[in-house]
């Protein structure tokens, strides 16, 4: 299975590092900049095409971030993609959660039980490749925490290293694995 991630567009609370979590924002209207990483990333993608399946989260940022891309009419919502839900932490500057939880967060984030566990993302995520494992090519607009979180347990086989890496957003990455 081949599966092309891209991390949504920059929202306001991104710029601001503000936890979005499950709270549905909008991304920024998109600069020249931005727009030209868009049409780098979308030759990459055409150089992949076509996709068996063209997906995003139920979330307005990945919904939007899609319509950049010019796939608004292809993907389709997939709740197994949200966003980790952050519960207290949604909403508020990200350097509150590093002052309360730092380490913990950054070295073991299981330990950590939000609006959601990191076991109940990591059950989402393996739902996810169970229902999509006859798929060859995947292209997806989604979320950091989930990306990251994919990332750790094909990588690392330990969705616990999910946060020894960034991705930033409007990043293209490029999973190759066998289900």
Do not use: C, D, S, V
């Given at each position: 299975m081949h599966i092309?991630?891209?991390?949504?567009?920059?929202?306001?609370?991104?710029?601001?590092?503000?936890?979005?979590?499950k709270l549905d924002i909008p991304i920024i209207e998109p600069n020249i900049e931005i727009l030209q990483k868009i049409k780098v990333n979308q030759r990459l993608i055409e150089a992949e095409a076509p996709f068996d399946s063209?997906?995003?989260s139920e979330y307005q940022r990945t919904i939007m971030t899609a319509a950049c891309y010019g796939f608004e009419q292809q993907a389709k919502v997939e709740p197994l993609l949200n966003e980790l839900d952050f519960g207290q932490f949604e909403g508020k500057p990200r350097k509150e959660l590093m002052t309360e939880y730092g380490e913990l967060w950054l070295n073991e984030p299981e330990k950590i039980v939000f609006g959601e566990s990191l076991s109940e993302l990591g059950n989402r995520i393996s739902s996810f490749i169970n229902k999509y494992k006859d798929k060859k090519k995947i292209l997806i607009f989604g979320?950091?925490?989930w990306m990251r979180?994919?990332?750790a347990m094909l990588y690392y086989k330990n969705i616990s290293k999910m946060n020894q890496h960034t991705i930033d957003n409007n990043t293209l990455i490029h999973m190759d694995f066998k289900v």
């Open positions: 092309f991630l891209i991390r949504h567009l920059q929202t306001n609370f991104n710029k601001n590092g503000i936890i979005q979590g063209i997906l995003h979320h950091g925490a979180a994919l990332y």
